[in-house]
């Protein structure tokens, strides 16, 4: 192949090439017919290398057959700087692509639901951002705040433009404005990155999505490669890429192209609180839920400590298995935007029931190497601080949260020191005390301190029959008080830390109902009973005004512990 040829495949439109050609992947070398390429979307079928798209063909892949209608076609052309042959090259850009700048952007309609979309087409000056891209960006997510619909960009962009220097700029804080209205709207940004993503782009609305999706292989990152040969300072091998990227908590998913329509869809049928066809409704007057603790009798010490047993029983249901069972639908997401992606933290959107929500919780590992990798589900700072970027996203859109608790407590050694442990388990208590959207809160087996508590505020507190609740592990505490760790048993009882005492004692609202022997025995009735006692706790917030909640989850905490007589004071007293 020529070096005409390989910059055909990889920046120009494959609109022009006649059918009975063939196409050389540049990673693999093989020869494709191109015929065959477009039916596979662009993507070689010997070693899945995504071909780039021009933004025509991104929008027929991408959304509904015929319904795009565009916007903004009659911006002017922008030299602000009158540079040099600037303004000739702008004209032969709009020949060669047909474009009137590096984005087209409109209203479509994605299996059937309305959604406000803007994609870049790198062929028009490397999909460069100037004034025109600026302006139609940002006239885009204010008419998706406006009209109340989700709002999909899909970047491809070597970054701000050169030849309009300041004025280029300034659309990075112009577009970052325009996403903050579209949040106070309520409606939800979901930005796909695509093979190239650099500078100003990057840095301003790419980032700036609720969900940041990419495409495998795809670069990305803030100074182009152009621009780390200038400064002559090198960067590691495989760092401006998609997958490290999502290694290190800045994006959500890495999608292959023939499953980004079908995501799409899921993500924004979610956000508009479609429901899932087919769930089993479920109201507030079924479901399995105990809400009167057994009579505490003498002699039990024995049973608190045997209900730790069956809580860290290594065969008991995990997060991750109930959510398979009864979430339906469910798209797991990553990171915390910070850092990286802890496994501790499980986080996504789904349905249970037929009720959209968003489903955070602690996971455990089966074997050693998950274990691992997971932590023990003792989580880091930067797994509370994705579960509260998800929390914030639900909030935003409307869906309530469920938290599934099942956790020995935080990692608390040398890397979550450094990076703030306390601060993220106290900044998430404090957090979702304002969120106004229901919270349910499910200790599933291990409620370990302030491991638990940081997914554990909510306005309804569940625990399965055999889980357990505590400021501190048994052993630990028979440890520090005792100095004898044997005395565990002794020290599970007079903590109180069953479900039945934690319902004694008013801090939980109900208990679900396991399994005789307990959820290990049989996963599939426990994630019924739990899927069951979920669906009716929500459905109990259907005649609530949602924005009176953040009161009532204050007071809820407020009263919570009091000894009998005494009230909380009021207005100073």
């Known amino acids: 192949m020529t070096e005409m040829s390989n910059d055909r495949i990889r920046g120009r439109n494959h609109d022009d090439i006649p059918a009975d050609m063939w196409e050389e992947c540049p990673q693999c070398h093989q020869l494709l017919y191109s015929k065959e390429l477009k039916q596979h979307l662009w993507v070689c079928s010997k070693c899945s290398f995504h071909f780039r798209l021009g933004a025509r063909q991104r929008l027929e892949v991408t959304v509904d057959r015929d319904s795009f209608e565009e916007w903004d076609t009659d911006l002017p052309l922008c030299d602000p700087l009158e540079f040099p042959d600037y303004r000739s090259k702008l004209e032969d850009a709009q020949r060669k692509t047909g474009m009137q700048d590096a984005v087209v952007t409109g209203k479509a309609q994605l299996a059937g639901m309305h959604v406000a979309i803007g994609v870049m087409e790198s062929g028009f000056r490397g999909g460069s951002m100037g004034w025109v891209v600026g302006e139609r960006i940002t006239r885009l997510i204010e008419r998706a705040a406006e009209q109340r619909l989700p709002l999909i960009i899909i970047s491809a962009s070597g970054g701000a433009r050169m030849e309009e220097s300041l004025v280029a700029l300034m659309q990075m804080p112009k577009t970052a404005a325009a996403c903050s209205r579209l949040a106070e709207a309520g409606m939800p940004y979901v930005s796909i990155l695509t093979h190239p993503t650099y500078?100003?782009?990057?840095?301003?609305?790419?980032?700036?999505?609720?969900?940041?999706?990419?495409?495998?292989?795809?670069?990305?990152?803030?100074?182009?490669?152009?621009?780390?040969?200038?400064?002559?300072?090198?960067?590691?091998?495989g760092v401006q890429t998609a997958e490290y990227q999502?290694?290190?908590?800045?994006?959500?998913?890495?999608?292959?192209?023939?499953?980004?329509?079908?995501?799409?869809?899921?993500?924004?049928?979610?956000?508009?609180?479609?429901?899932?066809?087919?769930?089993?409704?479920?109201?507030?007057?079924?479901?399995?839920?105990?809400?009167?603790?057994?009579?505490?009798?003498?002699?039990?010490?024995?049973?608190?400590?045997?209900?730790?047993?069956?809580?860290?029983?290594?065969?008991?249901?995990?997060?991750?298995?109930?959510?398979?069972?009864?979430?339906?639908?469910?798209?797991?997401?990553?990171?915390?935007?910070?850092?990286?992606?802890?496994?501790?933290?499980?986080?996504?959107?789904?349905?249970?029931?037929?009720?959209?929500?968003?489903?955070?919780?602690?996971?455990?590992?089966?074997?050693?190497?998950?274990?691992?990798?997971?932590?023990?589900?003792?989580?880091?700072?930067?797994?509370?601080?994705?579960?509260?970027?998800?929390?914030?996203?639900?909030?935003?859109?409307?869906?309530?949260?469920?938290?599934?608790?099942?956790?020995?407590?935080?990692?608390?050694?040398?890397?979550?020191e450094a990076r703030g442990i306390s601060e993220a388990i106290a900044a998430n208590q404090r957090d979702m005390f304002a969120l106004e959207i229901p919270i349910i809160p499910v200790v599933i087996g291990e409620g370990g301190s302030g491991g638990a508590i940081g997914i554990g505020v909510g306005d309804r507190l569940l625990m399965l029959e055999n889980a357990y609740y505590s400021v501190i592990a048994p052993e630990s505490c028979a440890a520090i008080l005792w100095r004898n760790r044997a005395l565990k048993e002794q020290a599970a009882d007079a903590m109180r830390i069953t479900a039945d005492d934690a319902l004694r004692l008013g801090i939980i609202d109900g208990i679900v109902s396991e399994p005789e022997g307990g959820a290990h025995t049989d996963a599939k009735a426990a994630a019924d009973l739990l899927r069951r006692a979920v669906a009716r706790t929500l459905a109990e917030f259907d005649d609530t005004d949602w924005k009176q909640l953040p009161q009532m989850r204050y007071d809820r905490f407020r009263a919570m512990g009091a000894p009998a007589g005494c009230s909380a004071p009021r207005g100073g007293e």
């Open 199 to 237: 500078g100003g782009v990057m840095a301003s609305y790419a980032f700036l999505g609720d969900i940041i999706i990419a495409e495998p292989g795809a670069a990305m990152g803030f100074a182009g490669p152009r621009v780390i040969d200038v400064t002559g300072m090198p960067i590691g091998e």
């Open 246 to 416: 999502r290694q290190h908590g800045m994006i959500d998913l890495i999608v292959p192209r023939e499953d980004m329509r079908q995501t799409l869809a899921t993500i924004v049928a979610w956000s508009t609180g479609a429901p899932n066809a087919g769930a089993e409704p479920v109201n507030a007057q079924n479901g399995s839920l105990r809400a009167e603790p057994h009579e505490r009798k003498e002699g039990e010490e024995a049973e608190a400590w045997h209900r730790v047993e069956l809580a860290r029983h290594p065969d008991r249901p995990y997060s991750l298995d109930y959510i398979e069972a009864f979430v339906e639908g469910f798209i797991e997401l990553h990171g915390d935007r910070r850092f990286g992606d802890d496994g501790a933290i499980v986080a996504g959107l789904g349905w249970i029931s037929g009720r959209p929500v968003a489903v955070i919780g602690h996971q455990k590992g089966r074997q050693a190497r998950e274990r691992s990798r997971r932590n023990f589900a003792m989580a880091r700072p930067e797994g509370y601080r994705k579960a509260m970027r998800i929390m914030r996203l639900a909030n935003q859109v409307g869906r309530p949260v469920v938290t599934l608790i099942d956790t020995p407590g935080a990692h608390c050694l040398d890397d979550a």
